[in-house]
Each structure stands twice: as structure tokens, then as C-alpha cells.
């Protein structure tokens, strides 16, 4: 029986998230859902599922994306259909910060600030530690992470707008604050990568 493939959920998928996805995906020798990337996500999750099945190795990147709407929109509801499939293991999850109102936000275990550096702290879309804190939780809010609360995720990493955050994760720097949170869950996960085939 073949073992699950192994996913790291990433939820921002615009041109520029995608690209810089895609970067870091190619530098740490993991496999990236390039078809994933939109905005909002323009395929379902049976379809992501799909292609999972079809990577030749991995940790596998996956986006998703709302397109700014508050409920559970098409990024959400595909990203929960993935998460909770049997032939998919989730090893954690980068939750994007987002200007969008009328949100629960997610609890994150760490968040990378726009200096880089990991932090015990809520940033928000432009990297910027404390900005949403809720007796003295992390909160991450977003237009595509309420969903991440339904779901059973080992680590969950915060970050600002994925390749934005005023420059500080341009793809022309190698996008560093996303790379550094991918890495944090790979970390904490224990899993290998950069390996060329499935496990």
C-alpha cells in the first residue's frame, strides 16, 4: 500500500505567491502543485489530490487561496478536502496574514517576521510583529486560514503577504521569509527532503 504524500499547505496562491512558491519549491529540492496557484485556487481539491498522486516525490508544496472573501470560499474548501484525505499526510501549514475583516484568524505555533527572524508573535500582512494579539496569543487573520481551526495540523507557521511584505520576501531576495517558515515546518515535522523519490 502506498504511504500518503506528504503536503505542506500554503494559504496564498496569488501570481506572486505563486512564483515565489515555486522558487523555494525548486532551492530545497521539494515538489511544488503549480496548478494550485491562483486567485482565487482555480481547481478542486479532488483535483489537487490528483495530481499529489502523480509527484514522483516528496514534501509537496499545495496553495490555496479565498481571493479576499471572509467565509469558506474555493481556496478553503479545497484545502480542506486535502487535508482531510487518507492518501495525504500534512505536515504543517504556512498561514498568510491578509487585511480581511470579519475573520476568526488561526492560533500559529511561531510566525517569521519580515525581519526574518521567528518570533512569539502575530504579524500581520506586511510582516510586522504584535500587530494582532489576542491575550497574548498568536493570531494569525486571513482571508484563507478559519479553516485551518477544523482541521488537525501538527505546526502551523505565520508569516505576512507571501513575496511582498514591503520587499522583505521579494522573490528577487529568494522570498527568505517564506523560505525560512517552509523550513520551520519541515524542521519541526522531522521529515527528510530533497530526495527524488516518494518514500
Do not use: W
Not at 496562491?13 to 503549480?34: K, M, N, T
Not at 525581519?115 to 484563507?144: F, P, Y
Amino acid at each position: 500500500m502506498p504511504q500518503p504524500v506528504k503536503v505542506v499547505l500554503i494559504t496564498d496562491g496569488d501570481r506572486c505567491a505563486q512564483h515565489a512558491v515555486e522558487s523555494i519549491a525548486s532551492e530545497l529540492g521539494l515538489r511544488c502543485i503549480s496548478a494550485s496557484g491562483g486567485n482565487p485556487t482555480p481547481i478542486s481539491g479532488e483535483e489537487i489530490v490528483h495530481l499529489l498522486k502523480e509527484v514522483p516525490y516528496d514534501p509537496v508544496l499545495v496553495m490555496f487561496d479565498d481571493r479576499g472573501k471572509p467565509g469558506k470560499a474555493q481556496g478553503e474548501t479545497a484545502m480542506e478536502y486535502v487535508a482531510n484525505h487518507p492518501d495525504v499526510q500534512v505536515l504543517g501549514a504556512v498561514a498568510v496574514a491578509s487585511n480581511t475583516t470579519g475573520i476568526q484568524g488561526v492560533k500559529v505555533d511561531a510566525c517569521v517576521c519580515g525581519d526574518g527572524d521567528l518570533v512569539a508573535s502575530s504579524v500581520d500582512k506586511n510582516g510586522r510583529v504584535g500587530v494582532h494579539k489576542e491575550d497574548d496569543e498568536m493570531i494569525i487573520t486571513g482571508d484563507t486560514v478559519d479553516v485551518l481551526n477544523d482541521m488537525e495540523i501538527p505546526f502551523i507557521i505565520g508569516v505576512g503577504d507571501i513575496g511582498k511584505m514591503k520587499e522583505a520576501d521579494s522573490i528577487d531576495k529568494g522570498a527568505p521569509v517564506t523560505r525560512k517558515a517552509i523550513e520551520e515546518v519541515l524542521k519541526r515535522s522531522g521529515v527528510q527532503y530533497g530526495r527524488k523519490t516518494k518514500n
